[in-house]
């Protein structure tokens, strides 16, 4: 995947918070599940639950034991992300490209529908964060909030899915697990995240919401390179295959079965399910992907989700 060198950034839709300290206490920990924990949080949530040290409505790992007082300054990310060229570069920069690119989709997507679409900011966080959820680790995983509409990931993230999770990783693969977020955000101003309940199972609604954010991140995909920037030009000149099997790998790599088996215990427990197996992950961002369509990721109405 590459970017229009010539396409202009907009880093206002990014807050970097990275470098102040960690997040002060809240809510005593941040949301689990309903579309509230990023892609690879559950993973925190199996591992400790498994040897007794954290359940759906205890604190998770200490997070209110965080710093205090994270510092905001985006003054660097706007003098250094300016264009396309810049994000071909510079990593930083690709990944508000890629939430430029997310946000003026959805944005299109909105008015073509007859609605009009919030933007969410996305906040880069070292170590821990305070959020309207509550405050938050990197181990959380990349997350949305949906009680202050906002996405928070520690970069590193991305490295971390290579190095213990195997991923193959890539911009694309980076991309989908940022627009995975945002499909979260669809779900919170379409009013869906309501229906996500708090159970959990292979069919339970937690699964069907995560299911669909997968298939919405697979519909951005699908337009990315047509899908015009503020300035006019689409952020990304183009997506190859191999860009899509590595966001599949990624897919792969943070099903619940998959995690329960290579992170946890060894055995697969179905109710213990919240984000979906791997198998079903890859289904539903290739039905986004393939389709282009976000009429095609009704996952709460599907009979089978694969």
């Known amino acids: 995947m590459r970017f229009d060198d010539d396409a202009g950034l907009d880093a206002s839709e990014v807050s970097d918070l990275r470098g102040g300290g960690g997040g002060g206490g809240i809510g005593g ?59 071909n570069r510079n990593h930083d920069c690709a990944v508000v490209a890629m939430i430029n690119s997310i946000q003026d989709y959805w944005d299109g997507q909105f008015a073509r529908s007859g609605r009009t679409y919030r933007k969410a900011t996305t906040n880069f966080f070292n170590g821990g964060v305070r959020t309207g959820c509550g405050s938050a680790t990197s181990d959380t995983g990349p997350f949305y909030c949906p009680a202050d509409s906002e996405v928070y990931i520690d970069l590193s993230f991305f490295q971390e899915l290579q190095t213990r999770f195997g991923a193959d990783g890539g911009p694309f693969a980076e991309a989908y697990v940022l627009a995975h977020e945002y499909g979260h955000h669809i779900q919170n101003l379409l009013g869906t995240s309501n229906r996500a309940g708090s159970g959990s199972g292979p069919t339970s609604g937690s699964v069907r919401l995560e299911l669909q954010a997968d298939c919405y991140a697979g519909v951005w995909g699908n337009h990315a390179t047509t899908t015009p920037s503020s300035s006019g030009k689409p952020l990304i000149t183009d997506v190859t295959q191999d860009d899509v099997q590595r966001a599949l790998d990624t897919a792969s790599r943070i099903g ?29 961002f290739n039905t986004g992907f393939s389709t282009g369509d976000p009429t095609k990721c009704d996952t709460f109405n599907a009979k089978n989700l694969g």
């Open 29 to 87: 920990r941040v949301v689990l599940g309903g579309g509230g924990l990023g892609v690879v949080g559950v993973i925190i949530y199996f591992v400790l639950s498994q040897v007794g040290g954290i359940g759906p409505s205890s604190n998770a790992a200490g997070l209110s034991q965080l710093g205090s007082g994270q510092q905001v300054s985006n003054s660097s990310l706007a003098s250094e992300c300016r264009t396309g060229a810049d994000a």
């Open 256 to 284: 619940d079965d998959y995690i329960q088996k290579n992170l946890g215990n060894g055995k697969v427990d179905t109710s213990q399910f919240t984000h979906g197996t791997s198998a079903q992950r890859e289904k539903w």
